[in-house]
């Protein structure tokens, strides 16, 4: 029988086709844990169309992935530890799961006990996370804290003090892969400028049925936003580990 380019073509594409499908089912299935703040929470209708950008990472994974979104509207580290949401966590962590940690935004708010850490104090619970997560064979990601869109004279001013700091030295000295989200962030929207950059976050018009009188909201984000931003993640997250970028779509 004479090979035609036909031929070889079809047969190619065959062998391509099983060989992704052989991979696909001898990979196993893992989670992807992620726990931090209202920045990255999963949003109660009510809110809409505020949106957290965990809520968007799920469509860039293949169905070897399973995203647990355990992220809570304002919790730090030290509420998140308080009200058992870490334990609940760690109870069904696996081996070769894997940990996104980004909190920040209101470990900053010193002023509210219940939620405020000092600097030591936030080190301290990071490092609780990372080293119970290696405890049970997963793996932790650091992550620091989105920006807020803060411009003053067209200049994106920081709010978040030191504690993307913590987050960037902890990530060197226990050596865990770190995705500077903060970094990220101020270059998007910097680059977007003060009135550009808007449409990331939830700014909403007076007669919304959930903001009859509308919305001005810097910190937290848009459908489009969370989009954007879950992106930028997933886009760091394929460099920085690479039992992750395997399981990308």
């Excluded at 929470?41 to 979104?69: C, L, S």
């Excluded at 809570?72 to 308080?82: A, E, L, Q, Y």
Aim: hydrophobic share 40%; glycine share 8%; aromatic share 8%.
């Amino acid at each position: 029988m004479k090979i035609t380019r036909k031929h070889f073509i079809a047969w190619m594409s065959i062998a391509i086709f099983a060989c992704s499908a052989f991979t696909i089912l001898t990979k196993k299935n893992i989670t992807i844990w992620m726990i931090g703040d209202s920045t990255m929470a999963i949003k109660q209708a009510k809110a809409y169309p505020e949106t957290g950008w965990g809520m968007e990472v799920q469509p860039f994974f293949d169905n070897t992935v399973q995203i647990e979104n355990k992220a809570m509207n304002g919790r730090s580290t030290k509420s998140f530890i308080n009200e058992k949401r870490w334990q609940e966590v760690l109870d069904n962590l696996k081996e070769g799961d894997y940990v996104l940690i980004e909190f920040g935004h209101n470990d900053e708010k010193i002023e509210k006990p219940a939620v405020g850490t000092s600097l030591d104090e936030f080190r301290g619970n990071l490092a609780k996370f990372i080293n119970e997560s290696k405890d049970k064979k997963a793996i932790p990601v650091l992550m620091t804290p989105i920006c807020r869109r803060n411009f003053k004279n067209g200049v994106l001013i920081d709010t978040h003090k030191g504690y993307p700091d913590v987050v960037r030295k902890l990530a060197g000295s226990l050596h865990v892969p770190l995705v500077d989200m903060q970094q990220k962030t101020e270059q998007l929207l910097t680059s977007l400028g003060d009135e550009g950059s808007k449409f990331l976050f939830n700014y909403v018009e007076p007669g919304n049925v959930n903001y009859p009188e509308g919305k001005k909201d810097d910190t937290h984000l848009s459908p489009t936003g969370a989009k954007k931003i879950a992106g930028l993640a997933v886009e760091a997250l394929k460099e920085l580990v690479p039992g992750i970028a395997g399981r990308l779509k």
